[in-house]
């Protein structure tokens, strides 16, 4: 019944701006007016259009899908930028994890957790994800790994080294990386068949759409990217050349604001050149296996790979302010931990820096915070319930929202499962301590059938490390989905 009321104009006049301030003033003071009735409508009757937004913004985020079918007033509303412009003042933002999954050998599928309501959203494809059927026989045959957003293969990475400029020319599109920044995703570069990509798309979740944005100044793919003080940074990858595929050192950031990529100091690379004979310098090739945003700068770990090994060898920082690079701490890259093929994921949560060693014993890994004062990388939780999946690209993902670490992996069903760590506040770096102790036990008694498939995998047989409760350790499953064979391949969090 609301909905027949509403209508909003379809077009927009560009008046001076002296016509232009006068018409605001006009409109504000009709909206303001709870008498003025004209051709324009209000969004709710009786109420001045400000109060009507001030509710509007108040609203579960989870609710628009529904309220912009109200009517075409109240879908203008919902997808303008001054309501969520609204709700940054109001303080009722809600952060949303956006996981980004590969079905098949091609086919790229973005999906969205309200982590409050535990309901999820798919979106929309991203555009020109399309391959052609030549490069899916020459894929499937030759059954190579690729390596998407922030995943690396091993076999896909040296082998792109090795293999025939007229097999690279057929390869499909992959090594897309993934960033967010000012509330929406960004999906940057990667290979269209041989050719590394300038191409930027940008999902703007307040329309529920992609648009293409300015391009990178440079084709890469395998690229690492963060945020940090409101823009995206790009470093390293690597792009096509005559012998193969040529690692990149290069780096660019790319400001939201103005649209605009702008080039930064490349990576200097400094442990890659101390290589004692020029034999190995040409064999081993520097690539950047991470990158997070920490204490206000930039931490790149770094590896040297040569098939079918890797050298780990520190990493550097970037500061934005002396735009200068630095090398990083030798405990904190030697220790940082690795995933597949050297990737180091890593997440920030309340200041600290956590990353997951996967190499426990099993189907368990071990949660690890760098402490800076000692410069090393202390274990802060074990038994972290993952399963070794061998054939995916990401057995498990990082993400920190609503003040918590969590790991996105699957369960024995193979649905996909997000896990909530907590982590007691007063624990500090240099203690370990149980994730399965007896009160996560009575916990699980009580919990589904769902949240019991961690018994598979942290075996409760075993004598727990005797703790206080409130050193307790504790893993909850906010939210699972079954995306059958669905492989993990990334995931981000924006606050909107």
């Given at each position: 019944m609301m909905g027949s009321l509403l209508s909003l104009p379809s077009t927009k006049i560009q008046p001076s701006s002296h016509i232009e301030n006068s018409s605001a003033e006009t409109s504000k003071r009709l909206r303001m007016s709870s008498s003025y009735i004209g051709e324009i409508p209000r969004l709710i009757p009786s109420l001045p259009d400000e109060i009507s937004l001030q509710i509007l913004a108040r609203l579960p985020r989870i609710w628009y899908l529904n309220v912009k079918m109200v009517s075409r007033s109240w879908k203008a509303a919902i997808t303008s930028p001054e309501i969520y412009q609204l709700r940054k003042d109001l303080r009722t933002t809600e952060e949303w994890l956006?996981?980004?999954?590969?079905?098949?050998?091609?086919e790229l599928l973005w999906h969205a957790l309200d982590p409050i309501s535990r309901k999820w959203q798919k979106l929309p494809p991203i555009p020109n994800f399309v391959y052609e059927e030549e490069s899916k026989r020459v894929f499937s045959a030759i059954r190579a790994w690729n390596m998407v957003g922030s995943t690396i293969k091993i076999a896909d990475f040296i082998r792109s080294w090795l293999r025939p400029k007229d097999e690279l020319d057929r390869l499909p599109f992959c090594g897309c990386t993934i960033g967010a920044v000012d509330g929406c995703l960004y999906v940057l570069g990667g290979f269209s068949r041989a050719s590394a990509m300038k191409t930027v798309w940008k999902y703007d979740p307040c329309q529920n759409m992609w648009q293409e944005v300015m391009s990178m100044t440079i084709g890469r793919a395998y690229s690492k990217t963060c945020m940090l003080n409101g823009k995206l940074y790009v470093v390293g990858g690597v792009s096509r050349s005559r012998g193969g595929l040529a690692p990149l050192q290069s780096a660019e950031v790319y400001d939201p604001r103005t649209g605009l990529w702008t080039q930064v100091p490349s990576m200097p690379f400094s442990n890659s050149q101390v290589l004692p004979t020029a034999f190995l310098a040409e064999m081993l090739k520097p690539i950047a296996t991470g990158m997070t945003s920490y204490?206000?700068?930039?931490?790149?770990?770094?590896?040297?790979?040569?098939?079918?090994?890797?050298v780990d060898v520190g990493g550097e920082i970037f500061d934005p302010e002396t735009n200068t690079w630095a090398e990083m701490p030798a405990g904190m890259g030697e220790g940082w931990p690795a995933k597949q093929a050297g990737t180091k994921l890593s997440v920030v949560v309340g200041g600290e820096l956590y990353a997951l060693d996967p190499s426990g014993f099993g189907d368990s890994g071990k949660i690890k915070m760098y402490d800076q004062q000692t410069d090393s990388w202390k274990v802060v939780m074990e038994k972290v319930p993952i399963r070794d999946f061998i054939n995916d690209e990401s057995p498990y993902l990082l993400a920190g929202f609503l003040g918590k670490l969590h790991v996105i992996t699957r369960g024995v069903d193979n649905d996909i499962v997000i896990l909530?760590?907590?982590?007691?506040?007063?624990?500090?770096?240099?203690?370990?301590?149980?994730s399965w102790t007896s009160s996560s036990s009575s916990s699980l008694a009580n919990s589904s059938s769902m949240d019991r498939f961690l018994l598979s995998s942290a075996s409760l047989n075993e004598e727990p490390i005797?703790?206080?409760e409130a050193e307790t350790d504790m893993w909850n499953i906010i939210a699972s989905k079954n995306l059958e064979t669905a492989e993990l391949v990334s995931c981000q969090v924006l606050n909107i």
């Open positions: 956006y996981i980004l999954t590969k079905v098949g050998e091609d204490r206000g700068r930039l931490y790149v770990p770094q590896s040297l790979y040569s098939w079918p090994f890797f909530q760590a907590e982590i007691p506040n007063h624990v500090s770096p240099t203690q370990t301590s149980s005797p703790l206080s």
